[in-house]
């Protein structure tokens, strides 16, 4: 549960919120970046729950820091004078902790990104029922009228 903070306390956090970001988006444990700049764990979430803008920014720089982690990782399996054991821990924790800050580049699973595109077929299907409808209506063709209907004997001499 989140608490409010004093106006003071926010602008505080305000003021060290470029630091914050930075020391996130490098791969610092938050807990020393906070400790740098003489502010609670609480007091971080009560900022970040009260601004938006925080929020968007702090997602931002989770996001780069699994770079920082992978780059950290790589690191390590070129170092040729660690420890193989301790290596391989490190470099799946760093893996590990990149999958988690940025699923979407490094997780194990692809995601796909589907788009789904709706048309209205309201008016095409009105315009095809009025030209269906002018289709079927009997026509008027212009020219003589017929007041008596021929023969069937008649039509035998013109054919």
Not at 39 to 59: C, P, V
Not at 110 to 128: C, E, G, M, Q, Y
Request: aromatic residues 4%; proline residues 4%.
């Amino acid at each position: 549960m989140t608490s409010r903070i004093s106006p003071q306390t926010h602008e505080r956090i305000a003021q060290a919120w470029p630091t914050i970001l930075e020391g996130l988006a490098r791969g610092d444990l938050v807990r020393d970046t906070l400790a740098r700049v003489n502010i609670s764990g609480d007091m971080l979430r009560a900022y970040k729950s009260s601004n938006a803008q925080a929020r968007t920014e702090w997602d931002e720089a989770r996001e780069l820091s699994a770079d920082a982690f992978l780059d950290a990782a790589l690191e390590t399996a070129n170092n040729r004078e660690e420890d193989p054991a301790h290596a391989r821990v490190k470099i799946d924790t760093l893996k590990w902790a990149a999958r988690i800050r940025n699923p979407r580049l490094y997780g194990d699973r692809a995601t796909v990104d589907v788009n789904v595109r709706t048309v209205d077929l309201t008016r095409i299907i009105l315009d095809a029922n009025a030209r269906l409808a002018a289709a079927q209506a009997p026509r008027l063709v212009q020219g003589e009228t017929l007041t008596q209907l021929p023969s069937l004997e008649s039509l035998d001499d013109v054919l």
